[in-house]
């Protein structure tokens, strides 16, 4: 039974239309279902409590936060997407945010840009203090937070961040009516597939412990021109592409893993000697909780290995929850090239 997530898209507009459009398309592409403002219209009580009705029905909040802090709330003096963050926060509500780049802000004011902007469109003028405060709070600890540097980026952050929380957490989704209702008449035959499907899985699924993973099967060698049905060149530029964030990196690990610069590639964490080192044998997720740059490698570098088909994932007995992950053919011999 297929699922859509619906995923609330909140933001400043007129200063990010093109990124809001990027960011609708994808959550498209990956056969979603966005919502945002282009549904109503901003500015009275009665519309932020419908706003906040269609965050309650949404599965996923998504933040995009360009330079400016947008128009504020009569009572509370806070802006509009400032609330709406807020609300998601309490809420409960899954949440990832998209903040741009100094970078891609000033692109926006070039006149090389699609849609070149003037300097005070783009940035705060009347409330940088609130602009600052409010880009701490989506910034600060144990937030889910990408900071792309061009719209491709911003689209591959919303497809990988949305991969991630889909799989990591148990949300309930949409769903035909009919097929809801179908499922729920046939009882029997449902129990009939699970045992079936339990029953193919067993003939196919190794397990190790207490975590289990699913053979890949019988798959032609790996070459430089085919890497589960991708280029090398195609991989590799992927993961360059890819820029993470390393600021909440704790100094003695940037020391002795050599990781001093403030953004690295995908790629370039990827084939770090203590990154590589851990794909040695099976990266158990339970040996690295308190591990800040195995947490990086996990949420920003294996969702791209996952989508070349570089790695095997384990997951619990349950079938649902990762416990780790480990290089397959394809992934000993995608990495075996970037270090010969």
């Known amino acids: 039974m297929e699922r859509k997530m619906q995923v609330f898209i909140s933001s400043t507009y007129t200063d990010l239309i093109e990124e809001r459009q990027h960011a609708v398309q994808a959550v498209l592409d990956a056969n979603h279902i966005p919502a945002g403002m282009e549904l109503f219209k901003a500015g009275d ?40 963050f807020d609300y998601a926060l309490k809420s409960g509500k899954p949440i990832f945010a998209l903040v741009l780049s100094d970078n891609m802000l000033k692109h926006k004011t070039l006149p ?34 990408k900071f ?20 990591s957490k ?30 193919i899985n067993s003939l196919k699924t190794v397990n190790t412990n207490s975590f289990s993973r699913v053979d890949a099967g019988l798959a032609p060698a ?28 704790p100094y ?37 909780k308190n591990d800040d740059l195995i947490e990086l490698v996990v949420s920003d570098v294996v969702p791209l290995l996952l989508r070349f088909n570089l790695v095997h994932e384990y997951v619990s007995t349950n079938g649902y929850t990762p416990t780790g992950y480990a290089l397959n053919p394809n992934g000993h011999f995608f990495l075996g090239k970037l270090i010969d």
């Open 112 to 145: 090389s840009s699609n849609i070149s902007l003037n300097d005070k469109d783009v940035y705060e003028q009347k409330n940088k203090k609130k602009y600052i405060e409010f880009k701490s709070l989506v910034a600060g600890p144990n937030r889910t937070v």
């Open 222 to 249: 790996p070459t430089i021109d085919n890497i589960g049905g991708f280029t090398i060149n195609e991989i590799v530029d992927a993961m360059k592409n890819v820029h993470i964030e390393m600021y909440s990196l």
């Open 45 to 84: 009580e009665d519309q932020l409590t419908v706003i906040k009705k269609w965050i309650d029905d949404s599965d996923i909040y998504m933040l995009i936060l360009g330079g400016r802090y947008g128009s504020l709330e009569p009572k509370t003096k806070l802006s509009y997407t400032h609330l709406e």
């Open 170 to 199: 148990n949300l309930s989704g949409w769903v035909k009516a009919t097929d809801s209702e179908l499922i729920a008449e046939n009882t029997t035959l449902r129990k009939k597939i699970t045992e079936l499907t339990d029953e």
């Open 252 to 288: 003695d690990i940037k020391v002795n893993t050599g990781i001093m610069d403030t953004h690295v590639t995908a790629l370039e964490l990827f084939v770090n000697p203590f990154v590589t080192k851990a794909f040695s044998g099976v990266l158990e997720l339970s040996s690295y």
């Open 148 to 167: 792309p540097d061009n719209v491709d980026q911003l689209k591959m952050y919303t497809l990988t961040s949305l991969y991630d929380m889909i799989r």
